[in-house]
Structure formats: C-alpha cells, structure tokens
C-alpha cells in the first residue's frame, strides 16, 4: 500500500504538483498558500519534498511550521526564503486537489469542512491562531502574495511603492473634504501601520542573518 503523505496536492485547471504551506488564512478560509515545485532548482526541490517526507512535516498541523523549523540547502530559513523568492501563491481551496496517495484525490475545500467538522469548529477557525500578536501578524505577512497567475503589485506598477500605507497618504491629501484634524489622524494611523510593518521586516531580516554585536574595548 502506498505511503500517505499531507500537504502534497495539484492545480485542479492544470494537474501541475503543489506543496500546500497553509490549507487556510488568517481572515480568509477559502484561499490557500502554496509552491509550485515546477520551476523550483534542483537542491530547492529536493529540500522541500523532503521536508514534506519527514516526520515534523507529517506531524505538522500546516507544513509552513514545519518549513519555519527548516533550512534550505543554502542555509536559509526555508519558509522566510521561499516568501522572499515569490515561490507562495495564493489560490482559492477549491482550486486545489489534495493526492495524499497516486490513486487518491479529495477538493482542499473539501478536507478543510472534514477536518473542520472533526475538531468541531467553523471552517473559519481552521487556521493557526497564534499567540502572539506578532506571530499572527508574519501569517498575515506571508499571505500578502499575489494570487496564482496574477502579477504582483510591483509588476503592475514599478513606478510606485507597494506600500498600502503610502497609498492612504496620498489619497487623503488629495480628498477635497479632508480637514488637518483628519489629515493629522490619518497620518498617525499611517505611521504606526509603518512602525510596524519596519519591526517585522526587521525581525525577517534578522532570522536571515543575525545582527553580529561590536565587542567594546572593554570586552576586547
């Protein structure tokens, strides 16, 4: 009998093979992130099915944790390399087959009611709800990718910054009701949306590479 593995799945339009990092969203059950292991290189593509072969693959409740604990061949973390690479796509659950086995096929929406109905909570709920504010906010983060087949922000348009928060700006500067009471307001909720947004990309930067402390002479 064949070998059951999770997370293994393919485009429904197309049959191409996907690895499905998160069956559901923060915010948004219907939609899944995935890679595409077409186009992958060569160390890439073997790291990731054997991660998806392991053990703490298998008993992860969504892969990407298990990619969260991952490097790739060279040396990165796994799951922040693959996001920094644009290899997560976001598709809709009812796009997606799962094959857990070469004669086996079930809709991702599908198992995601199953596995909804089986722990006793709305579909809605299947996602990691993490701890941590910051935590849920890097899922939130690594969802922020263009859908299957659809050019990213920057692709549409290079000439402007693909920061929301920029965007905001610019439109309550030019809206004709705007007070500078409202302005100011907006500006502060802008600002704080940045801070935030620089604190993650921080963090990313140093899961990546560790900030390396200067010795003082002291310590020397």
Do not use: C, W
Request: zero cysteines; aromatic letters at 4%; hydrophobic letters at 35%.
């Amino acid at each position: 009998m064949a070998q059951q593995l999770k997370h293994v799945g393919r485009i429904r339009s197309t049959g191409k093979r996907v690895i499905v990092a998160y069956r559901t969203l923060p915010g948004d059950a219907h939609h899944a992130l995935v890679i595409a292991t077409e186009g992958l290189s060569d160390s890439y593509h073997a790291s990731l099915i054997t991660a998806v072969e392991s053990n703490a693959g298998q008993e992860a409740y969504e892969f990407a944790e298990a990619m969260d604990r991952t490097q790739t061949p060279d040396g990165y973390n796994m799951l922040h390399a693959f996001y920094n690479q644009g290899k997560l796509q976001k598709i809709a659950t009812a796009d997606v087959e799962m094959v857990p086995t070469p004669g086996a096929a079930v809709l991702l929406s599908e198992l995601n009611q199953i596995i909804a109905e089986q722990r006793g909570v709305p579909v809605d709920e299947l996602s990691i709800q993490p701890n941590l504010k910051e935590k849920k906010a890097e899922v939130q983060e690594v969802a922020r990718v263009r859908d299957l087949g659809e050019p990213s922000v920057a692709d549409k348009d290079a000439g402007k910054t693909t920061s929301s928060s920029v965007n905001e700006s610019e439109e309550t500067v030019a809206s004709p009701t705007a007070t500078p009471e409202s302005t100011a307001k907006k500006y502060r909720s802008i600002a704080d949306k940045l801070a935030k947004e620089a604190a993650q990309y921080r963090r990313m930067a140093e899961d990546l590479v560790p900030t390396t402390k200067k010795k003082t002479k002291e310590e020397v």
